[in-house]
């Protein structure tokens, strides 16, 4: 009888992992279609669907040392990028995501082809509002490789010394 209830017992906690496993990969396929969609509504020039995946106190850090944005400075920014055919397009080629254990809250970092750029690099943070997921923060990067760096290393000390944003100087 021991054995009986041990088995069981076993079987209903092997069911309860692989419930939670599937579970955390619907919600990693749910955000990684919200975030092939976001950058899908830049490409096809959809402010409504872009700014709208942003929670009201979202914060873009862009490529360059100076670029800190609120959502309301990030959109009066781009305004004139999304009355274009595209803004911009960017397509992941690869994604990870992370999701907290209580499911509200993922991090994720993905590489991306760009049409304007080389590879660069997006990561990100999200929280579910109201059932919905919201980008808190996403951060744009080059991607430099190690091999490069001593070559373009005089190109961006030049530029950080002739261009510092103001409030970065010392």
């Not at 939670?20 to 959809?46: G, L, P, Y």
């Not at 080629?93 to 080389?118: M, P, V």
């Not at 919905?132 to 991607?143: D, G, I, P, R």
Request: net charge negative; hydrophobic share 45%.
């Amino acid at each position: 009888m021991k054995i009986a209830i041990v088995g069981f017992a076993l079987f209903l906690w092997s069911a309860f992992v692989m419930a939670a496993e599937s579970s955390q990969e619907s919600v990693r396929k749910e955000i990684d279609s919200f975030m092939t969609a976001w950058h899908q509504a830049a490409a096809v020039s959809n402010p409504a669907v872009y700014f709208g995946s942003m929670a009201t106190d979202f914060v873009f850090l862009g490529t360059d040392a100076g670029e800190r944005w609120t959502k309301d400075e990030f959109q009066k920014f781009a305004e004139p990028f999304f009355k274009r055919p595209s803004a911009w397009v960017f397509s992941a080629i690869s994604r990870h995501i992370s999701i907290s254990s209580d499911g509200q809250i993922a991090w994720f970092d993905e590489l991306l082809n760009s049409k304007s750029y080389w590879l660069t690099r997006g990561s990100g943070v999200l929280t579910r509002h109201d059932g919905q997921w919201k980008l808190e923060q996403y951060n744009m990067a080059f991607t430099i490789p190690n091999l490069s760096v001593n070559d373009i290393r005089p190109f961006i000390e030049k530029a950080f010394k002739d261009a510092l944003p103001e409030h970065l100087e010392e």
